[in-house]
């Protein structure tokens, strides 16, 4: 089994900066893809970024230039970096790996880590 564990959640103004981290329970090589899901109050879970293990990235539209999703195999920890930080992006934050398996695709999630973006 696999941990996802986040941190690096909190409060930020308008225009402010986070780092959410993403650190696994064994290597993160072994994921095909990452990624940052988000899941504001009464809305669905949505894909904020993914990387694959090629190193590959995709940001949607609403963070792109803002945003940056990357990975560091050695500490086994997937980083976004968030700038110009804005209250719509408050939101409860979650860590995915995926990996493949004979049985087809297997999710793995992290507990979430609240950001709230408010002055």
């Known amino acids: 089994q696999v941990q996802l564990v986040e941190s690096g959640g909190g409060l930020v103004q308008p225009g402010g900066s986070l780092r959410l981290s993403c650190t696994a329970s064994?290597?993160?090589?072994?994921?095909?893809?990452m990624g940052w899901y988000r899941q504001a109050p009464g809305k669905q879970r949505e894909l904020v970024a993914s990387?694959?293990?090629?190193?590959?990235?995709n940001h949607v539209d609403s963070v792109k230039g803002r945003f940056t999703i990357s990975r560091d195999n050695a500490k086994n920890t997937l980083y976004l970096q968030m700038s110009s930080l804005k209250p719509e992006d408050t939101a409860v934050y979650y860590c995915?790996?995926?990996?493949?398996?004979?049985?087809?695709?297997?999710?793995?999630w992290g507990q979430g880590t609240q950001v709230t973006v408010s002055s």
């Open positions: 064994r290597s993160i090589s072994s994921f095909y893809t």
């Open positions: 995915n790996a995926n990996t493949l398996t004979a049985q087809g695709v297997k999710y793995y």
């Open positions: 990387i694959t293990s090629g190193g590959s990235t």
